[in-house]
């Protein structure tokens, strides 16, 4: 547990999350499910499988969970395969903040996939941070798939983050389906490096009347890494709001696409995008060394800031 | 302190600058004035070190020292800075982060440099310099940086554009405090902002046309430059 807790450090996990008791949290290793903390307001469903594990977790009706519900998905061998099968329900006027650190600190030849399921049900709201750590070698393969339902008047909000260490390979693919007056915004942050692979396929169909969203996507690559980011935002009711938004920094070798799809069905909808690929703006980067900094110190500056 | 000789550029086969002699003394605010075009903003990358905007001709020294062939930040280093007419905006970089830039934190520092801008420091230490700062914000915070940063020449390429006549009053405060310790290069078009120089140097279509008192160029910019086409200029040469 205690090499668990400090891979989840890597991951930007604080471990006295998972020690203490009124917080929620389950610690998955592999296909063994180490830790499973429950509070008032909260089910979790756990059971392991052979190559990983199947979880439901299911914020009760009406609850708001004030601490955020900590997951922690890790492989500690240099090779493994985890396969997470996860669904995540918010019953109506239920509100929670999931956090969930995926650690896989010595991947040399590992592959992790998880196949998620969240419903958002009226009036409720989910905020679900991922933060990714996958160690130095870029011998790993991550493939996080989710459908998500967000119901009527639901607030939606996911953050991915994978910026310290390698990539490795990344496919990731959402699809959220977004009803009567939700709000859903995604957020993607990835730094690609040597020979990573990044690929991004997030999509969101504003399928009920009002709903908004938003598509941010912030990657950048240097080296040899390849970056492919297709954000589709359909507009398919009336008066919904749709933007996409996405900034990609490539350095070296690196090749990036962007690659935004914006479409409407309805003649109140309106659905923008802005998709920028290049290398670091001139002017900013004359602007921080006429402050004093070095070409490559001035670089990681905008960068860093582009990912923090 | 900052002594230009002979300064071409020459950008896609066009001649933007044509032969500058400059000097800039010890302590003093330098204007620079001219019409839209005629190249003030090629001179400030230049003295910068800019990409792009390598002399093709002539030397630039700075306190008896050459840095024609300096780059951006060693000039940064030996105390010369720029403050762009359109400042960069940065995604993630706090007002904080970013008037820290090159030097230790001084947070105290930090805050009166807000202060003296105009800005609310518990409002805008956290902000970041993105999109989301308007113009003028953006201006201010540069203004700030350059506060906090004390170099020994500080070029303002029009701090003033796009800043409003009470906004305009607080900037020239700050150049007079500025001062003190920073001698400025100040580019502008607007008559009342080049009377806080101490001299001035009107350019035009790449020539510089005039120096002299604030008063004495300005008059000569409004009576006899906005009146004369710039092909003018270019076909008799003036220069002083």
Known sequence: MEEIMEAYKLSGGMPEDLKSEDTASMVVEGNRILKSNVIDGLIIEKKETKTGAKIKIIVEKGKKIKKPVHLCFSILPKEGLQEIISEIVVEENASADIKACCTFPNAQEVKHIMDAKIFLEKNSALTYTETHFHGSFGGIEVVPKSKVVVGENCVFKTNFSLVTGRVGRLDIEYVVDAKKNSVTEILTKVYGKEEDIIKIKEEVRLNGEGARSVIKSRIAVKDNAVSEVLNITEGNAAHVRGHVDCTEIIKDNARAKAIPIVSVKNESAKVTHEAAIGTVDKKGLETLMAHGLEKDKAVDLIIEGLLN | ?240
């Open chain 2, 1 to 240: 302190m900052l002594a230009v000789k002979n300064l071409v550029l020459e950008r896609d086969e066009k001649k933007i600058l044509k032969g500058i002699n400059l000097n800039v003394c010890n302590g003093e605010i330098h204007v620079i004035i001219g019409p839209n075009g005629s190249g003030k903003s090629s001179l400030a990358y230049m003295l910068m070190g800019c990409r792009d905007y390598k002399p093709t001709q002539g030397k630039i020294f700075f306190n008896d020292k050459d840095i024609t062939d300096l780059g951006i930040t060693k000039r940064a280093k030996r105390g010369i800075t720029l403050s762009w007419q359109e400042p960069a905006r940065f995604e993630g970089l706090t007002v904080e982060d970013y008037l820290s830039l090159g030097r230790e934190n001084n947070k105290a520092e930090i805050e009166e440099a807000l202060r003296m801008v105009n800005l609310n420091p518990k409002r805008y230490l956290n902000r970041f310099v993105d999109h989301k700062l308007s113009g003028g914000e953006r201006k201010r915070i540069e203004l700030a940086s350059i506060v906090v940063l004390k170099p020994k020449l500080a070029i303002l390429d029009e701090p003033d554009s796009g800043i409003d006549f009470v906004s305009l009053t607080d900037l020239l405060d700050v150049m007079i405090k500025l001062k003190k310790d920073t001698t400025i290069l100040l580019i502008t078009h607007r008559e009342e902002v080049a009377q806080i120089a101490d001299r001035a140097t009107l350019l035009c279509d790449g020539y510089i046309v005039k120096d002299g008192s604030p008063l004495e160029v300005t008059e000569y910019f409004r009576d006899v430059c906005k009146s004369c086409p710039t092909e003018k200029y270019s076909e008799a040469k003036l220069k002083i």
